[in-house]
T-cell receptor
Framework: GQQLNQSPQSMFIQEGEDVSMNCTSSSIFNTWLWYKQDPGEGPVLLIALYKAGELTSNGRLTAQFGITRKDSFLNISASIPSDVGIYFCAGRGYGGSQGNLIFGKGTKLSVKP | GAGVSQSPSNKVTEKGKDVELRCDPISGHTALYWYRQSLGQGLEFLIYFQGNSAPDKSGLPSDRFSAERTGGSVSTLTIQRTQQEDSAVYLC?????????????FGDGTRLSIL
């Protein structure tokens, strides 16, 4: 079945630093989504990507849909303490039985003031 | 509220008991999903409802798990004869449809603890 690898698993950075994380899939996707999850809450959608090569920003966040359709990255510029949380990528492949999302295992981000 | 609502937010029960978890999707969303998230893990797909179509149950881990969606809105996930390995956060999500361009929006989950 489809697999999705997300890296790094965790990051511990200084406030103000830029952050980059990425996901790769074993097959091509038609959708890439990036979510953030805070403790005790559900994932919140950050950025949605629907076209290969698409580059989309949301404030300090920028994400791209890889041209191979098998990868995506998320960058966070000038990190702040409230960026702490777990970031999940999710993708949707072509066809498939249910069209549901496949999720990465998450990148846990810790920011040191 | 305008978001996906799940209840209860926390549930503690003894091994062997049955539990019911409820999800109220965003009004007008025809697609509804259930996921399970174990501690420190990603999201594991359980079941998916789309309109009046037969649900996709391919992610349910055993026949102790079942879900219903009445009237195309509220959904209930039922776990019978709970086991300790069922302890996890159960997340519900909804979307306008299941196609491209219709991302899922999540509730805050039900944290289930089996003693």
């Amino acid at each position: 079945g489809q697999q999705l690898n997300q890296s790094p698993q965790s990051m511990f950075i200084q406030e103000g630093e830029d952050v980059s994380m990425n996901c790769t899939s074993s097959s091509i996707f038609n959708t890439w989504l990036w979510y953030k999850q805070d403790p005790g809450e559900g994932p919140v959608l950050l950025i949605a990507l629907y076209k290969a090569g698409e580059l989309t920003s949301n404030g300090r966040l920028t994400a791209q849909f890889g041209i191979t359709r098998k990868d995506s990255f998320l960058n966070i510029s000038a990190s702040i303490p409230s960026d702490v949380g777990i970031y999940f990528c999710a993708g949707r492949g072509y066809g498939g039985s249910q069209g549901n999302l496949i999720f990465g295992k998450g990148t846990k981000l810790s920011v040191k003031p | 509220g305008a978001g996906v609502s799940q209840s209860p937010s926390n549930k503690v029960t003894e091994k062997g008991k049955d539990v019911e978890l409820r999800c109220d999707p965003i009004s007008g969303h025809t697609a509804l999903y259930w996921y399970r998230q174990s501690l420190g893990q990603g999201l594991e797909f359980l079941i998916y409802f789309q309109g009046n179509s037969a649900p996709d149950k391919s992610g349910l881990p055993s026949d102790r798990f079942s879900a219903e969606r009445t009237g195309g809105s509220v959904s209930t996930l039922t776990i019978q004869r709970t086991q300790q390995e069922d302890s996890a956060v159960y997340l519900c999500a909804s979307s306008l449809g299941q196609g491209k361009g219709q991302p899922q929006h999540f509730g805050d989950g039900t944290r289930l603890s089996i003693l």
